[in-house]
Nanobody, 122 residues
């Protein structure tokens, strides 16, 4: 079994910064991608940033230039540095990872953390 746990959410004023962290543990052979999603009551869950094991990065247009995703492959952790936060960034942020759980199991599975709340006040 694999567990993902996020930390670092909170309340911040517009223009401020927060850093989210995610740690993956359990039965892990290889972490293919580590991603951050966010969800609000008004919107579907959206992909914010993704980082592959080979270093390819993609961001949602709405966060480009403000958010930075990083990961430590050796520790199976990922972070999301969020700067110049806007009220529109408010939501529940989820860490998600595509993980191959064993050498025998060739198919990778997607796992999710429970989420951490980010609230940006205007």
């Amino acid at each position: 079994q694999v567990q993902l746990v996020e930390s670092g959410g909170g309340l911040v004023q517009a223009g401020g910064s927060l850093r989210l962290s995610c740690a993956a543990s359990g039965s892990i052979f290889r972490v293919e991608t580590m991603d951050w999603y966010r969800q609000t009551p008004e919107k579907q869950r959206e992909l914010v940033a993704t980082l592959t094991s080979t270093g390819n990065i993609n961001y949602a247009d709405s966060v480009k230039g403000r958010f930075t995703i990083s990961r430590d492959n050796a520790k199976n952790t990922a972070s999301l540095q969020m700067n110049s936060l806007e009220p529109e960034d408010t939501g529940t942020y989820y860490c998600s990872a595509l993980i191959r759980t064993s050498l025998i199991r060739r198919v990778s599975e997607r796992f999710w953390g429970p989420g951490t709340q980010v609230t940006v006040s205007s």
